[in-house]
């Protein structure tokens, strides 16, 4: 306890009564109307005026985006992806087999590119998938933007011409 009071005695009496000057100034600056030791300044005596910046540096904040978003104009549907269209393709060929119904090939051909398709129950074609293939016509699901819808492409006989 005694220890405690010696302690609490040194710090009272290391604490001088000194006022210390105003944060940003230093120690012997005096302020306009204030001579040493709250006096008032002699009447001819230069007193200082404290540091104070005339002018004023603007700076602007900048701001930089990175590049994390996607581009608005760009397709979401990727070319690839897209090919063969549905309108585009007709059905040429069909060999369906009635013991085995899921070893039916048929053939496809898209009428724009000249392109031609062999396919078989199961196959994927951009966004087609082959569900079923019949005596006369091919059964393919259409998925776009997450809804899937089934469209059957009909097998066209050969058309007389007319003169």
């Not at 005694?2 to 100034?25: H, Q």
């Not at 012997?28 to 001819?44: F, H």
Request: negative net charge; glycine residues 12%.
């Amino acid at each position: 306890m005694a220890w405690l009071v010696a302690s609490v005695g040194l710090g009272i009496v290391g604490c001088g009564g000194e006022e210390l000057p105003p944060p940003g100034m230093p120690s012997g600056e005096v302020l306009a109307g204030e001579g040493p030791a709250g006096e008032a300044p002699a009447p001819g005596a230069a007193v200082q005026q404290p540091d104070i910046p005339s002018e004023t540096d603007l700076v602007r904040e900048v701001f930089v985006y990175g590049s994390s978003g996607r581009d608005p104009f760009i397709s979401l549907l990727r070319s690839g992806d897209v090919r063969p269209l549905v309108e585009d393709l007709r059905v040429t060929a069909i060999n369906y087999d009635p013991r085995y119904p899921g070893g039916s090939v048929a053939v496809l051909r898209d009428t724009t590119l000249g392109k031609r398709y062999t396919v078989r129950v199961g196959d994927e074609l951009g966004r087609l998938r082959v569900l079923a293939i019949h005596v006369n016509e091919v059964q393919v699901t259409i998925e776009e933007f997450g809804v899937e819808r089934q469209m059957s492409l009909r097998l066209r006989g050969r058309q007389e011409e007319t003169p």
